[in-house]
Each structure stands twice: as structure tokens, then as C-alpha cells.
């Protein structure tokens, strides 16, 4: 290796290397560069993955909420003999909820006159906080009038 001080001839070098042994390991600029730019391709994707896993993660975590606080208000819904149509609302740990009761409307089923039980269409909203909702319908026997 030839070495040159400030004062020499060969001015801008100040070391040289004479002969390139082929046994001298390392990295041109090109080639890490391009592994650089694979590991940063691959950590974008891996990003991606990731955000839409967190946003799977919270649509499925109110979705279990919202169904949770339909069981419950399912569950508390007034005695059959009770539940006369009409609408009812309230709101059940920020999720507010509405419960419309009307008689269930179907042609095709012949109801006798001396009938003892009367159907009910019942469908309940529940709505989240950030305005989602999810709808549940049922069908509730009422005691007709005549019993």
C-alpha cells in the first residue's frame, strides 16, 4: 500500500492501494443499497398486515359488544302478557337500543277466529358509539284477548 502526506505529487490520494487482493470481503454501496431496499419492502408489508389485523381486531371487538348488549336486553324484555306493540327505548353502556313490537304480518298463515295466541313481530337495534348497528328480529307469542 503506497501512502502519500499533504505535500506530494500525488495530491487528492492520500492512500492508494496497489494491488486489489481478491480475498478483501466487504459490501459495494449497490449491493446494500438493494438489500436495504428488500428489508424495507418487506417491513411495508409486514406493516400493512399488521393495520389491518388491529382494524379486523376492533370491528369484530364491537361487534361482540353490540351482540352482548342485545343478549342482555333480550334477556330483560318484559313478561310475553307484558310486551304489548309499540316502541321502546333506552341506552345500555353507550349503546343506545330501540325495540319495536307490531303484530306479526304474514298472508300466508290462516289464523283461526278462536286463536289462543297471538304472534308478535319484535325487532331490536342496537347501535355502538361510533354508529354501527346491528339488527336482531324475533317472533313473541302474546295470549290473544278472547283467551
Known sequence: MKCASIGSPGGSTLCHSTDPSP????????????????????????GGLVATSVRGVS?????????DTARAIMAALPD??????????????????????SPFAATDIGLRPSVRWVPNAVVLTVSS??????????ISLR?????
Open 23 to 46: 480475498t478483501a470481503a466487504g459490501f459495494t454501496l449497490l449491493e446494500v443499497l438493494v438489500a436495504l431496499s428488500i428489508v424495507a419492502i418487506g417491513l411495508a408489508s409486514i
Open 80 to 101: 310475553r302478557d307484558q310486551l304489548v306493540p309499540g316502541t321502546l327505548t333506552g341506552e345500555v353502556a353507550e349503546h343506545p337500543w330501540r325495540i319495536d313490537v
Open 143 to 147: 295470549r290473544s284477548d278472547g283467551k
Open 59 to 67: 370491528s369484530i371487538e364491537s361487534h361482540l359488544t353490540r351482540l
Open 129 to 138: 358509539p361510533t354508529g354501527a348497528a346491528m339488527k336482531i328480529s324475533t
